[in-house]
């Protein structure tokens, strides 16, 4: 039958074409129909190359309505962290009533905080701990509080204090996570400001550093209103960068700041020089990740895993299915009952603590879940843990941080909204051994379309930040090195 | 394309389920009893003291000024607009319950009535463990009262069936007939209220089986019912699993199956269209269909407690301990959400509309002044950690007569259907009329009459036997 047709529809295609006549008709008819194919041809040409962008939206978290009339106040407020003696009293009294329940036999902290070690916390809290102290080391870095769509954001901002001729001064924005704060950046921004100084002197660049606190977080606002997400924390950032003056700078993230850095770099691609990330959200997994993951075990070249990525990765169900699951009780209660979870937390101190500090504990290394101490102190003092803590307590912010959970699991409940969208600004992935989910650079490739850089740190783990600063900092200065070059 | 892959997917999952259900299946035996030591430190070479102590509930002017200390120190978070119990329990409502608390709830009259039933402590294993034991005040001619084991669950405590217990061992003065009298026993579950906290790792719901077979055997009950909910469910049948001969009857007003096969997966896809096929009634479609909606949803939605407590109960427990009002909007929010999934949508989570104020703070007094919520929690992790499906007591079915109450707004519904897999000789299930997952809290009278009409049954049936023999 095909037989038969098709010959007969060339000879008539063929017939037209030779019978085509020049007449007025045709004179416009042609060139008409040539644009407008030339016209379509050429727009699915251009929006198949430009880059999709997540709409930045518009958004108010203020009490109430949004006033009608009236610019809002863009002031630049400096702010100082302060304390009282009433606060440090209320405080040990709470340390002081503290009912405390033995622990079972051997538990260590397989049961989560070992209350034989918190008691040991709360005695160095009360007894040597100095908030006073520390209120001044949190000072020591300018702070400021502005108002974006209605709530007052906070945030530090560190200049060079003195650039040495011929370099060049790039702005940086550190986003924090949970049960993080800026705070776990104070050991990293001289590093970054003055890199010269600590012996790093791997790059031309010297930065000058900004570390927003997540509105619900530390000392910037909570929202009042529901559904306050990653995407708008993005564009809160982005105005906050915008008002203070920049029209391109450099992200980096762990933990919720991956995802607000990257939701960022969806957006405004534009404003970022640069991505650089020490967490990657794992994608959407499918039949083919399946396949992939249970033949990258024998052959991992031919799923594309190098050696590090397999030693990392297997045994996957041990450390992506078990440990996983065992890890994620407190991400599905905030991301479910976030007010529940966090109420007596927010009436607690010790509570808190244990809370908090069990996640510096196993996220930093797996292995201390074997020790009675949970190996907090091999890695960091008491000090700063306590400081990190205390930011929650003195703020209030243990509820509003949990909530930042829900609205973002709630719509998007495998983080996989925008990853048709994709990040194309330059980025750079630190891979630190003891985060808790190896994610393979092929794999990072599906979202991150532009990888630079992807280091195999040599050690640390979820708080890279706060535990091993000289090495993140040398990986954001030579990943920051290439994309200047480029 | 991802057509044909989901295609594969699912041929893949069935193919495999079949391997599965041709070369494994389940073997009938029957659940050993486990013996254990939950004490302090090493098992001492003398024997244990198995005297029944009484025991009375009592509270001090310390403990009362203590709480109220902090009650007014607590710190409450502002909720988000228009969020009513979405995010948890509401933080403005939350004050209303505190200010109640603090100025109108009066525990030293709590107290009298929580002792107005006889308490005693007796050693097991090692650890103290708590139980009410009332006898009926009278008893027909020629009858003797029914030994009847209520076994309670979290956030619960045996005081749950202080409204259900005068209707079973005094049913006459309440309407119910005098068929059937109990003496019933509601002890507390190791690591709950009043009774000890075990001291070692492992203690899960075969361990307090056992605990409980040991107790009614000391208290002289060779043959006797049981009755549960929520862990009580698990820990009942657990004891019909150790000893058959003993359990008269099972009465549960909460199944859950955790052994999940084909027959269950094929059902949640096709049972809303084929409901006689896989012996779904017209009540079981109705509450558990759309399946997304009423199961996985809700299962997610509600579970977050489950998860964070069965694998760090130390961490979630320890500012529970610490903060009366942090365990009250953690315990009250199941009071909540459990009695009605729809007090979300309300701005006091529907609390007030089941139970009163009174007996929603004396549970959770019974939480604060033991001190016990952290144990309690690890409760999920001894039963939990290993996964689910995994542990013996879930492929060894159960014989003894069981009696099952349904109520329509349990967290999951599981049918008859299902249940029987597990429960081979259900001799009554019944879909409950109203009422939520705190059975016997919520509607005393409902769940009486079905353990009543349960126990007519298995009553007859054994006269039945009895004659035939």
């Not at chain 1, 997540?54 to 006033?67: N, V």
């Not at chain 2, 090692?126 to 009262?145: C, S, T, Y």
């Not at chain 2, 259900?426 to 009278?445: D, K, N, V």
Request: net charge neutral.
């Amino acid at each position: 039958m095909w037989r038969d047709i098709l010959p007969n529809a060339w000879e008539s295609i063929l017939s037209r074409i030779r019978s085509f006549e020049y007449s007025q008709k045709n004179a416009v008819l042609v060139p008409a129909a040539t644009l407008g194919l030339g016209g379509i041809l050429l727009y699915w040409l251009r929006s198949g190359r430009k880059i999709k962008t997540i709409d930045m939206g518009d958004g108010w978290w203020g009490s109430g309505e949004r006033p009608l009339k009236g610019k809002e106040d863009a002031s630049i407020r400096p702010f100082k962290i302060e304390t009282s003696d009433k606060e440090i009293e209320d405080l040990h009294r709470r340390l002081d009533q503290f009912r405390f329940t033995p622990h079972v036999e051997g538990a260590a902290f397989h049961y989560g905080f070992n209350s034989s070690y918190l008691r040991k916390v709360v005695a160095y809290w009360r007894n040597q701990f100095d908030w006073r102290k520390q209120v001044e080391v949190l000072n020591k870095y300018p702070h400021f509080h502005t108002t974006i769509e209605g709530i007052d954001i906070h945030f530090i901002h560190v200049k060079p204090p003195y650039v040495p001729h011929g370099r060049a001064v790039r702005p940086l924005l550190l986003v924090h996570g949970w049960p993080g704060s800026f705070y776990e950046f104070y050991k990293i921004i001289p590093l970054l400001t003055e890199p010269a100084k600590h012996g790093l002197n791997e790059s031309d660049v010297v930065f000058e550093v900004i570390c927003p606190s997540i509105p619900g977080y530390g000392f910037s606002e909570a929202p009042h209103q529901k559904e306050f997400d990653s995407i708008a924390t993005a564009r809160i950032f982005h105005k906050l960068m915008k008002r203070l003056g920049f029209k391109e700078y450099y992200l980096q993230g762990g933990d919720w700041g991956s995802r607000i850095t990257t939701n960022m770099a969806q957006m405004l691609p534009q404003s970022v020089k640069g991505l650089h990330l020490n967490l990657v959200f794992i994608a959407r997994q499918g039949l083919g990740r399946l396949i992939c993951t249970m033949l990258g075990a024998y052959v991992p070249w031919l799923v594309g895993f190098s050696r590090e990525d397999a030693r990392r990765f297997y045994p996957f169900i041990q450390k992506n299915v078990y440990d996983v699951l065992r890890e994620s009780g407190y991400l599905h209660i905030q991301a479910t009952k976030p007010d529940t979870a966090g109420c007596g937390l927010n009436d607690s101190p010790v509570g808190l603590a244990a809370y908090i500090l069990e996640k510096f504990s196993t996220w930093t290394d797996k292995s201390f879940l074997h020790k009675d101490d949970g190996g907090l102190e091999s890695k960091y003092s008491l000090d700063e843990l306590l400081t990190n803590v205390m930011i929650y307590w003195v703020t209030s912010s243990i509820v509003s941080s949990m909530r930042y959970y829900k609205e973002n699991f709630s719509k998007d409940p495998d983080l996989s909204a925008h990853n048709r969208v994709g990040v194309y600004v330059p980025t750079g992935i630190a891979a630190f051994p003891q985060e808790i989910v190896h994610v393979p650079r092929v794999w990072a490739k599906d979202v991150y379309k532009n990888i630079i850089t992807y280091s195999y740190m040599p050690r640390g783990g979820h708080f890279a930040a706060f535990e091993e600063p000289k090495l993140l900092a040398q990986d954001i200065m030579q990943f920051v090195q290439k994309v200047e070059q480029l | 394309m991802s057509r044909g892959i989901m295609l594969l997917e699912v041929f893949l999952v069935l193919a495999t389920l079949l391997i599965y259900f041709f070369f494994f299946k389940k073997k009938e035996e029957t659940l050993p009893f486990k013996d254990g030591w939950w004490g302090r430190g090493q098992k001492p070479v003398t024997k244990e003291d198995s005297s029944i102590r009484p025991f009375k509930v009592e509270t001090t002017e310390e403990e009362l000024s203590d709480l109220f200390r902090r009650l007014d120190q607590a710190r409450f978070t502002e909720p988000l607009e228009n969020s009513c119990f979405h995010y948890g329990t509401n933080s403005e409502h939350l004050r209303k319950v505190v200010s109640y608390w603090k100025n109108q709830f009066n525990w030293k009259k709590q107290v009298e009535v929580l002792n107005k039933y006889p308490q005693f402590k007796t050693k097991i294993q090692g650890i103290d463990i708590h139980f009410v034991h009332v006898k009926p005040p009278r008893l027909p001619e020629g009858q003797a009262a029914k030994p009847l084991l209520m076994v309670h669950g979290w956030p619960g405590s045996f005081y749950e069936f202080y409204k259900i217990i005068p209707l079973l061992t005094d049913p006459a003065s309440h309407g119910l007939g005098d068929e059937h009298v109990f003496e019933v026993i509601c002890p507390s579950i190791p690591g709950y209220g009043f009774s000890e906290a075990p001291h070692k790792k492992d203690f899960n719901s075969v361990s307090a089986a056992s605990v409980f077979y040991e107790l009614m055997l000391r208290l002289g009950f060779n043959e006797f019912y049981t009755q549960g909910g929520d862990w009580g469910w698990l820990i009942c049948t657990n004891l019909a699993q150790i000893a058959p001969n003993h359990v008269k009857g099972l009465h549960l007003n909460m199944v859950s199956v955790s052994r999940l096969g084909l027959t269950h997966l094929l059902s949640v896809l096709l049972g809303r269209y084929f409901p006689g096929l896989f012996g779904f009634q017209d009540e079981d479609v109705r509450r558990m269909f759309p399946f997304l909606k009423k199961g996985l949803y809700r299962i997610l939605s509600e579970s977050g407690y489950a998860h964070i407590q069965a694998t760090k109960p130390d961490t979630v427990g320890c500012g529970l301990n610490d903060s009366p009002v942090g365990l009250a909007a953690y315990i009250l929010e199941k009071f909540s959400s459990w009695t009605d999934i729809e007090f979300q949508n309300l701005e006091d989570g529907g609390l007030e509309r089941k139970f009163s104020l009174d007996d929603l703070l004396t549970n959770v007094m019974i939480y604060w002044v033991s001190g016990c919520i952290v144990s309690s929690m690890r409760f999920y992790k001894e039963n939990l950690q290993k996964g689910i499906g995994t542990q013996k007591h879930e492929k060894v079915t159960v014989q003894v007569p069981t009696g099952i109450a349904s109520f329509p707004n349990e967290i999951l519904h599981t049918p008859q259907a299902w249940a029987k897999k597990q429960y081979t000789n259900i001799i009554s299930f019944h879909f409950m009329p109203r009422g939520g997952h705190f059975a016997a809290f919520e509607e005393p009278e409902l769940l009486a009459k079905d353990i009543l009409q349960f126990v007519d049954k298995v009553e007859k049936e054994q006269l039945w036997k009895k004659k035939g023999e």
